[in-house]
């Protein structure tokens, strides 16, 4: 877990902390065998994955559906596991051809705060780590450190064993191919965020509003 000034909490495995964002992979809570899960606590839930990963794996509670979904993308990670630069250019793709779904994301955020709300696609890595991403240097968080934070969070992602085992069985891979996986992504993220500019002029472009960006500010902001 990784922690921002009391606002902020990024959770790659479902644990719940004081914060008004969270992140997660649905796909290992569903699959992790931990009883009540602890994002049973979360009232608000957004899912990105896509309706094929949604119908193949339902989870146990409502969540608002935002799919994030570019043909092709989920191989093509896999296959650019350990290049950065392969990585990089599907991230550029995913934000250039999903905009208005990350705008739709980060306006749900903000029509929900103070509450907490958790974002989280299959793994919680690739997808979610944009939306988090862009939501988080759209308020005034330096780039470098929103990276870092996103790494560790990656990093935490392994912990769930049971799940992790369960998710490369379903998907024809390993849970070492994937911890791997979790290892890489932070320059290819920085490159993507870099390459479109301002962040939170990108998501304005694809339909935030100005008064949704406002109670972002006023809720997530870094306070040093």
């Not at 959770?11 to 699959?31: E, H, K, P, Q």
């Not at 093509?76 to 995913?94: C, N, P, Q, S």
């Not at 029509?111 to 696609?121: A, H, K, L, S």
């Not at 085992?165 to 490159?191: I, K």
Request: charged fraction near 20%.
């Amino acid at each position: 877990m990784t922690h921002f000034a009391g606002h902020f909490q990024d959770v790659a495995d479902g644990g719940v902390c004081s914060g008004v964002l969270y992140r997660t992979g649905w796909t290992l809570v569903a699959l992790c065998p931990s009883g009540r899960s602890p994002t049973e606590l979360f009232g608000n839930h957004i899912d990105l994955r896509s309706d094929a990963e949604a119908a193949s794996l339902r989870l146990g509670h409502p969540a608002t559906r935002i799919p994030i979904d570019l043909p092709g993308a989920a191989l093509r990670i896999r296959a650019a596991a350990t290049g950065e630069r392969e990585l990089a250019e599907v991230y550029r793709d995913t934000l250039r051809h999903c905009g208005s779904a990350f705008a739709d994301v980060a306006a749900m955020v903000a029509e929900r705060v103070p509450e907490p709300t958790v974002i989280g696609c299959s793994l919680g890595k690739d997808r979610t780590g944009l939306a988090v991403a862009l939501i988080l240097t759209s308020v005034g968080f330096p780039l470098d450190s929103v990276v870092e934070r996103d790494m560790r969070a990656r990093a935490a992602i392994p912990a769930c064993r049971h799940g992790l085992s369960a998710y490369a069985r379903a998907h024809n891979t390993t849970r070492v191919e994937l911890t791997q996986r979790c290892r890489t992504g932070g320059r290819a993220l920085h490159h993507a965020l870099t390459d479109i500019g301002a962040p939170d002029t990108f998501l304005l472009d694809h339909g935030l509003t100005r008064g949704h960006l406002t109670t972002l500010r006023t809720a997530l902001a870094p306070r040093w």
